[in-house]
């Protein structure tokens, strides 16, 4: 039982490199998150899916591209690195028809992007 | 823009003592969630809190949505070293998102 798996989990980057984090999720749910986590700034939503064939801006999309490849997967691209994009970043998956129902979390990707 | 601010940010207590923390916006949001995250992992659930005024217990930990669904408290009772780690509150935004807090870090030392 997986639950949610994000691959790879540390990577390092020069400015400029493109790459794509991969996440996915076991657990038949419609919603998935990425998210990325700095110190002192909680969790910040970069983008969301709420269903299949949906996705939509969280609250610092900028830089960011994702694909809801199926219903399983949810992959996020940063298309040119830059140094303010080093974080952890999380994805999350949730059964987001049943209201209040808890977001379930990968074990995140270590991104540094020198 | 929604926001939730956490105090205290750090908190480093011995076993045994009490502690809360709290969690604050000026926006009103349908429910609120806790979660704890300990090193290298992903945060995990520990309550849902729904109805304003609504306390919650689970074992030493007591959850308080307030009556006004804008702020929760997290209660622990005689702390022990396995409650160390970060606890995040996140209260609902619409349908599918969920607004995280800043955070409080937990050391308890034994």
């Known amino acids: 039982n997986a639950g949610v798996t994000q691959t790879p989990k540390f990577q390092v980057l020069k400015t400029g490199q493109s790459m794509t984090l991969q996440c996915a999720q076991d657990m038949n749910h419609n919603s998935m998150y990425w998210y990325r986590q700095d110190p002192g700034m909680g969790l910040r939503l970069i983008y969301y899916s709420a269903s299949e064939g949906t996705t939509d801006k969280g609250e610092v999309p900028n830089g960011y591209n994702v694909s809801r490849l199926n219903k399983r997967e949810f992959s996020l691209r940063l298309e040119s690195a830059a140094p303010s994009q080093t974080s952890v970043y999380f994805c999350?998956?949730?059964?987001?028809?049943?209201?209040?129902?808890?977001?379930?979390f990968g074990d995140g990707t270590r991104l540094s992007i020198l | 823009t929604q926001l939730l601010e956490q105090s205290p940010q750090f908190l480093s207590i011995q076993e045994g003592e009490n502690l809360t923390v709290y969690c604050n916006s000026s926006s009103v949001f349908s429910s609120l969630q806790w979660y704890r995250q300990e090193p290298g992992e992903g945060p995990v659930l520990l309550v849902t809190?729904?109805?304003?005024?609504e306390v919650k217990k689970l074992k030493r930990l007591t959850f308080q949505f307030g009556d006004a669904r804008k702020d929760s408290s997290l209660h622990i009772t005689a702390a022990q070293p396995g409650d160390t780690g970060l606890y995040l509150c996140a209260g609902a935004s619409g349908t599918y998102k969920y607004i995280f807090g800043t955070g409080t870090r937990l050391k308890v030392l034994a």
């Open positions: 809190v729904v109805t304003g005024g």
């Open positions: 999350a998956s949730s059964e987001s028809r049943i209201r209040n129902q808890p977001q379930h």
